[in-house]
């Protein structure tokens, strides 16, 4: 009997909201994080950056750090793999200055230690001649004709000619024709938006402890979102077989993106190969704003058509994305989701990818949308507006559903726009007076969601327990959304499973904890795997009765006889098969290999009150509801904490979050006193609504959740200070002076 | 690097004025370690006053004021049953320097010896009329706050020298202060723009004023004039306009990643005319 377990109501522990298993050790400080590995002779190391945002590298005299007691090792670009091209040359040429210094905070080299701080005394007698380049780290300025050029020939076919060598990738769809579209509009609204680049701002900094031996084997402890890549890229970076480097994911303490690349672990296994000791390596907080990956700047422009009664005419957006010193900012995902809740007869979308001096742009939450949405949302906000119509009535007039052809290109299959909009309208919060000084804003976002390769496996032990072994780093609370699926599957209570995030020796490859995919593809896996145990379970019941395998069924723990035709057995628990499977053909295991391709996107929309103080344009959010789509909701704990989340950081960005450029290229706010995350007190609740839409790729429902509440927020927000102070605010974020200044002009008429 | 921790002034003294190469006095040391690790400064010799008998005691002076040790908290004084109800606004503007844990080491006379422009209480103890004593290996003596920080990261200490303790005259009748900064989060941030004002009444009459601005210039910036437009006056709305001109007129800010100079300065008379307000309504008995 092909066994599935696929339905989408009636569950008897999906749904419910246990404990995660990793809370306790996380509460009482016992959770293993990336830098609390230790290993015996175990040195310590720390990297010298380069103070220059563009400088080519004369030479590197390390004699005198060398020289000093204590220090083993010194490493430069020279102990590194060369040849290595694309995205593994751009990632060893980032963890590791080659021929020039590209941004400020730049890798140049690295000592190993005996100590924390003689490696960091030896690194100052590292000494580096440069000779200082002309840089760039604004992105249109980067565009422009003149412009220091980052690297020469870094662009891409997607490039049209004519363009800046900093333009390194292009990006445009779209359908119908625009420019019809906006003859047909009552309303033509157009603006110009610009975002600065901000962190992920996870609490944890990037550690980790390597081993590597003359022999090409190694050992690698490390703080990362994905460890099977971090296993390819360093294996590429030291010339290793990938097999050989065996690496092991610590407990995290946050991501969002940022721990989906490789920053140090290249540099620790380096230093630990020449000096023959394992490396522990624990960037800084200045480090990790300096020269980790934080989310692109945009200059952007959105073109919209409107007709009295809400209907969109046609839409065209421009964006363009600064990434730093490397190829990689996520244009086309900007360009993909701008206009992606809304159903378009008309609408065109571009994407720029540029190169500036500042560290490479990582993913951040849905990376590339959140920008997006702030332009686009922004600019229906002022035509609903100057229309006087419903923001919710509007959107929904327009709204992307089940046949609707996306403004990017394919059919959108069953989504849950349309049931999270009609959330949004049924909210008290939505039609919840407001005082003087506020405003309300809505705003819509999109996020694709991912499912990439993926393999689980779960072993059945004596007593009828569970373990799973899964690929993906818990970042959210997965293991506990894991150990609910097989649960369900297995027909044993949820304390019965133990989840455990295997290392690469242990599993099949599995992608990065990235796309919002965990709960979808490796609770699909999860899923399989356990229906892959239960039917082992069930042959040997069948062996045991002497029945054929199909006449034997699974339920809530049992194997069963499917009928009176089968024989009148008594129902064996599993806990009464796995007891004696050591003499029945052995221990019983499942597993499941695959790269699910069934994600579903997830729409949110969130509703924002902001109160802004006429004196100073200092602004506080007041009240904050996030609507959006689950799917299935397998935890709903740990999915209103992902809508949360996002919703948090999103009022950082939108508010006071932005790396700050000095004319000398230099970041100025390299820690949490000037880069200002938002802290508890600056927020409000965050209420939450789940709305649940089911996912046919998945066999509970599930979409994932994680990334998509982070793309209203900056929209959402900025509509609800525009709304309170009158003006449209076009720029993040929204400091006070920003704020100030728009009051000022609106006074001024 | 050399640590110490003497058991006497005379001691701790004879220490600095004998040390080499850079000094530090570690009070709380919540600005020292953080420039230490930050590779702001590596002191030679590094001297822990906390042993020192009687630095963490807050007393009431006879003739009615306060005297606190040297390494009196933050916490400590927000704690103290009495000192808050006399000067509220040097213990508001304690209180809203860092975290609960940085309170518990964070002291006045470090915030104002590190110097910085932005340092929350020192607007607050010159507006208060706050002493500090200065010893050295000539003597003690005892100097006006205002007179210590001399520029950022600069005080008037002559090398040898340290304080000794911190003293804040009577309040006396009818007298309110109250101290409020300007940051864009709603804490673990530094003063963009922070404003003291100390006011006595007599009725609903002012008849002393001390208004005195923080991170608008590089040292905190006593508005003398504020004594003038206020006093023989009610708090009206004139007096308030008044001195919201005198504090942007006072001010010299630089514009850096932290406020430009035009939001510093307009938000300097925001400040006055809300502390102000505060300190008014204190020095008329509420007790908030
Ligand atoms: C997380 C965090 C948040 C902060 N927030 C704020 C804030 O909001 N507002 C603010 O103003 N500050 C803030 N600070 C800075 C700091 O906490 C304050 O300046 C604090 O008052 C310093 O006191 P301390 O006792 O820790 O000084 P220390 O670090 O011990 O000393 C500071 C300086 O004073 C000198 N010194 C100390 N005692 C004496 C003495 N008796 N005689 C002579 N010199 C002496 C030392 O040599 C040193 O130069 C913050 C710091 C941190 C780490």
Redesign the pocket.
Known sequence: MALDSSKTTGFKYVGTRPNRPDGLDKVTGRAKFGADAYAPGMLHAAIKRSPHAHARIIKIDTSKALAMEGVKAVVTRADFATGLEGEFGDILENVMAGEKALYDGHAVAAVAATSALIARDAIKAIEVDYEILPHVTDVDAAMQAGAPVIRAGAADASVPEGLHPNVVRYYESGHGDVEAGFAEADLVVEDHFVTEATHQGYIEPHACLGTLGSDGKGELWCCTQGHWYVQKVCAACLGLETSQLRVTASEIGGGFGGKTTVFIEPVALALSRKANRPVKLVMTRSEVFRASGPTSSTSMDVKIGMKKDGTITAAQGTFRLQGGAFPGAPCEMTAMCAFAPYDLKHVHQVGYDVMSNRPKQAAYRAPGSPMAAFAVESVIDELCGQLGLDPIDTRLKNASREGTRASFGPTWPRIGLVETLEAVKAHPHYVAPLKKGQGRGISCGFWFNHGGETAVSLALSEDGSAQVAVGTPDIGGSRASMALMAAEVLGIPYEDIRVTIADTATLGYNEISHGSRVTYASGLATIKAAEDAVQKLCGRAAAKWGIPEDAVYWEDGYAKPSGPNAGDFEPLHIDEITATMGATGGPICGHFEATPEGAGVSFAAHIVDAEVDPDTGKTSVVRYTVVQDAGKAIHPTYVEGQFQGGAAQGIGWALNEEYIYGADGRLQNAGFLDYRIPVASDLPMIDTVIVEVPNPGHPFGVRGVGETSICPPLAAIANAVSNAVGVRMRQLPMRPSRVLEALESAADG | MKYYKPATFEEAVALVAGAEGVT???????????QMRSDIITPDTLID?KAIPGTHEITRTKDGGWRLG?AVTGAEMSEHPELGRDWPGVVEAMD????TQ?QG???????L??G?P????VPAMIAAGAAVTVTGPEGSREIPVEQIPVGPGKTS?AKGE??TALTLPPRGAQGGDAYLRFIPRTE????VVGCAVNLRLNGDVITEARMVLGAVAPTAVVVHAAADALVGRTLDEDALTALSDLAEASCNPIDDKRGTIKFRTHTAGVLARRAAKIAYSRAKGATA
């Open positions: 530090r006095i570690l009070a709380g040391g919540t600005d020292v370690l953080v006053i040297v809203l320097i860092g975290s940085v080491r964070a002291t006045p006379v470090g915030n010896c590190n910085s932005a340092a929350d209480s200490l340290i304080i673990m941030d530094i003063a």
